[in-house]
């Protein structure tokens, strides 16, 4: 890649954004060796690793990058037959294979492999070594220094060597002090001089103290003695750390040896952890940029796509940009990008490149999703002023020094970026250059990308196939850049609204304006309608999307609620099934009880008290449920009900109960109507009609699935010969029969003998509110041996 278009587009500083994310100095430098790649075949794998780090770091882990020490040295001396490694080396070594079995672990771990293919590759390379990492850790502390567990030996010698070390200080101290005070040296104390303990003294006292003089002071006066009484324990104290260093030897040789046939485990798990860690601060930076994974293309592909772009150095300094969108379909090479100073031209070109760059590099840059990126074999790019005394070279000789190495390397797979095309000369003559080399670049199918202020080149897109205008926006009003990228539309300088905003004066304004060319001011003002209307479409665009947004929202709370209602209705369908289950379960075990306490009863007077005792317990136990159940809705106002208009077939709501039926039939004023697995005979005053689109018709239930009760419609029934125990569950169920079949009127025939029967019939119609009156039976109807009775 062009080193000259690397330096211009600053790439080594995004590279060096991109490698403080890094864990250790290994990984950054690792970040800072990329460089763009034109191999396909290499960017989408590196780039497709990035991103599964970057869900790998997205999990619930709450994983980070494990230390990696620089180790190079130490692996390098490792592979030395007869090396020993110093301490410190070890200890980071160790360190090392720590890292790589927890990184094995972490990623490997509950199906890593499966989820994270690419990083299991890398991941299963490292060495997992753990008795290895804890020996060196048992014998090497944090600080790189020898434990003195680390050898019995070793543990025996500091001893001795603390031992004789305190004794002989203390000997030398002692001394020191039995010393005529004008040979002592005033706050002196015993030292080391030459690995040797020593006394200071004066040098008058040289011959009272005798010893071996080991050193003196910058003026001489004092001289540092090892007295005659401290050499035999110097010696000694010599000797002990003789043999602890020839013991610390050991204890490395042996750890050292321990390793070394690990040696290639080794190195490629530090290879390994170095490339985790360029992922990782890869990784890291897309987060942090929230940058997406672009669709690289193959070289020479015509087509171009960036959204959500921004300038990574320049949203690292400042953190808000306003991002560009750019599009180039197939046949659009050359894109014309003009507009004011200071609106953004140069830092919109050198995004475009790094974006480019960073891609190649396997490094996913600050763009959104739906990016898509030709690869380019080579990049060119003549920005900034490059004059250069040193090398003789104008402003203007720069620029054709560029274009010159541009039009001899540039082909079809190849971006070209160039600054104010056509500048540092005479504008017509520049001009005129620009434009032939922007036809040349277009015609070789380059993509390029240059800015101008020229006006003559904004009209090259209209007689050049394969060039597109473009300008940055430009607020006319506060004479402030938007930095919003427009394509299509050229860019109006402003110069002359800038100079009159910084107080040119006036006469020189209109001056300068009644000698621009007419065609000048024409296309100038057609510029400015045309930025205009930009404008207000970007804001009716705005507030149509706001509005859409709106409308989503309401149809999703919408949906949400229907999806509420629904769910409470099958809810109180539950809760009524659920009611009806638990009266009727309660019904029965208050007529179990009954019939329990009449079949007790020892005798006829028993017998009836037990019977009204009983018929008294079901009364109460009805009179709860009643209590108990909800007190009946009311029709709202303004919708009387209208029961004359009740008919079979009708869906109507029960006011009593909250829920919705079916009407069956109609019976003497009141309603037969299903309800879910129900049928209930119902007063139509209980019913209200439900409105003309909520009349669906529900599909019908086989009668077998309805929870009603069986019934035998006859119109009489006959107790001649039943015992009194007998005549009150018949006469019951006959009654209830009567009733769910909606007849008005029972006939109960009991026959005359001793009247008996016939009074306790009666008690038992008393008893039962459900019987609204009872007569003797007519003689047509059988005389005193039956009674009818009528209901409520």
């Known amino acids: 890649m062009n080193p000259h278009a690397l330096a211009v587009l600053e790439y080594r500083d995004a590279l060096d954004l991109v490698a403080r994310n890094a864990s250790s100095e290994l990984g950054a430098e690792a970040v800072r060796a990329l460089r763009p790649s034109a191999d396909l075949g290499w960017i989408e794998p590196e780039l497709a690793r990035v991103d599964e780090m970057r869900a790998f770091l997205g999990g619930d882990t709450g994983w980070s990058m494990a230390p990696v020490p620089d180790v190079r040295e130490a692996v390098r001396r490792l592979r030395v037959e007869g090396s020993v490694l110093e301490a410190g080396e070890l200890r980071a070594l160790a360190v090392l ?55 019995p030996a070793l543990y025996r010698l500091r001893r001795e060597i603390k031992t004789v070390r305190g004794r002989l200080v203390e000997r ?7 010393l005529p005070d004008h040979y002592r040296v005033s706050d002196a104390s015993v030292t080391v001089r030459d690995g040797r303990y020593v006394i200071p003294v004066r040098r008058e006292g040289r011959g009272e103290v005798g010893g071996i003089v080991h050193d003196e002071s910058a003026t001489g006066a004092t001289l540092f003695v090892e007295p005659p009484l401290a050499v035999e324990a110097m010696n000694r104290l010599r000797e002990l750390e ?30 390994g952890l170095v490339a ?96 898509k990126l030709p690869v380019f074999r080579e990049v060119f790019a003549d920005i900034g002023d490059e004059q250069s005394i040193e090398a003789s070279l104008s402003t203007f000789s720069a620029h054709l020094k560029n274009l010159r190495e541009a039009l001899e390397g540039a082909g079809f797979e190849s971006l070209v970026l160039t600054d104010e095309a056509g500048s540092g000369t005479d504008p017509v003559e520049g001009g005129a250059l620009a434009a032939a080399v922007l036809v040349e670049l277009t015609r070789r199918a380059c993509f390029t990308v240059a800015t101008t ?33 427009v394509k299509g539309v050229p860019g109006r300088s402003y110069g002359l609204a800038i100079a009159k ?14 000698t621009l060319p007419q065609g000048e001011r024409d296309v100038g003002r057609l510029l400015l309608e045309l930025e205009a209307k930009e404008q207000r479409l970007d804001q009716a665009t705005a507030a149509l999307e706001a509005e859409r947004a709106r409308t989503e929202a309401l149809r999703a709370e919408m949906e949400a609620r229907e999806v509420g209602l629904k769910q409470r209705e099958i809810d109180a369908e539950r809760r009524a099934r659920q009611q009806a ?41 009805a009179k709860k449920q009643r209590e ?13 009900r209208r029961a004359a208009e009740l008919e079979p077939g009708l869906r109507v709501r029960i006011e009593s109960l909250g829920r919705t039926g079916v009407v069956l039939e109609l019976r003497d004023g009141k309603a037969m109507v299903e309800a879910g697995a129900m049928r209930m005979l119902l007063p139509k005053a209980d019913l209200t009609p439900l409105a003309a689109g909520d009349q669906q018709a529900e599909p019908r239930r086989p009668s077998g699935g309805y929870f009603v009760h069986s019934v035998d419609a006859r119109p009489e029934v006959d107790l001649r010969g039943m015992r009194v125990d007998e005549v009150e569950t018949t006469l019951g169920r006959a009654i209830d029969d009567a009733i769910l079949s909606g007849l008005g009127s029972f006939r109960i025939i009991h026959g005359k003998g001793t009247g008996a029967l016939r009074a306790h019939v009666r008690d038992l119609l008393k008893a039962d509110r459900r019987i609204a009156a009872q007569r003797p039976g007519e003689l047509y109807e059988g005389g005193t041996g039956v009674t009818v009775v009528e209901f409520a």
Request: cysteine-free; glycine content about 8%; aromatic content about 2%.
């Open 97 to 151: 294979l720590a890292s790589s079995r927890a990184t094995r672990r972490a990623v490997l771990a509950q199906g890593g492999a499966e989820r994270f293919p690419l990083l299991a590759m890398i991941a299963g390379g490292l060495l997992e070594a753990e008795k290895d990492e804890a020996q060196i850790g048992r014998a090497i502390d944090e600080a790189g220094a020898v434990r003195d567990e680390a050898s």
């Open 501 to 514: 905003r910084l107080g040119l004066p006036q006469a020189v304004l209109a001056s300068a304006e009644a």
């Open 453 to 485: 202020h020229l006006g003559q080149l904004k009209l090259l897109a209209t007689a050049e196939r394969g060039v597109v205008n473009a300008s940055l926006q430009f607020d006319a009003e506060r004479l402030e850049p938007t930095y919003r990228l």
């Open 628 to 640: 108990k159940a909800p007190a009946e809705r009311r029709p709202r106002a303004g919708t009387p």
């Open 276 to 371: 985790l860690d360029s992922l990782y601060a890869r990784a890291r930076y897309a987060l942090r940029v929230a940058g997406h994974r672009p669709a690289m293309l193959p070289a020479g592909t015509e087509r171009y796509e960036v959204t959500d772009g921004r300038h990574p150095i320049l949203l690292a300094k400042s953190g808000e940009v306003v991002p560009f969108d750019l599009r180039m379909d197939e046949g659009e090479r050359t894109l014309l990008i003009s507009g004011p100073n200071t609106g953004g031209k140069t830092v919109l070109l050198k995004a475009v490149g790094l974006v480019s760059l960073l891609a190649q590099s396997g490094i996913v840059p600050p763009v959104g999703p739906g990016t």
């Open 581 to 621: 289950r638990d009266l009727l379960l309660t019904a029965r075990a208050e007529v179990e009880a009954a019939i329990a306490d009449v079949r007790g009863a020892a005798d006829q007077a028993g017998l009836d008290e037990a019977a009204r005792a009983a018929r008294r317990r079901v009364e109460e136990a």
């Open 172 to 178: 030398l101290a002692a001394f020191m002090s039995t």
């Open 242 to 271: 003789a043999e602890e260093a020839r013991e610390v030897l050991r204890i490395l040789r042996e750890l050292t040896d321990r390793l070394r046939p690990l040696h290639p485990e080794v190195v490629a798990s530090l290879d």
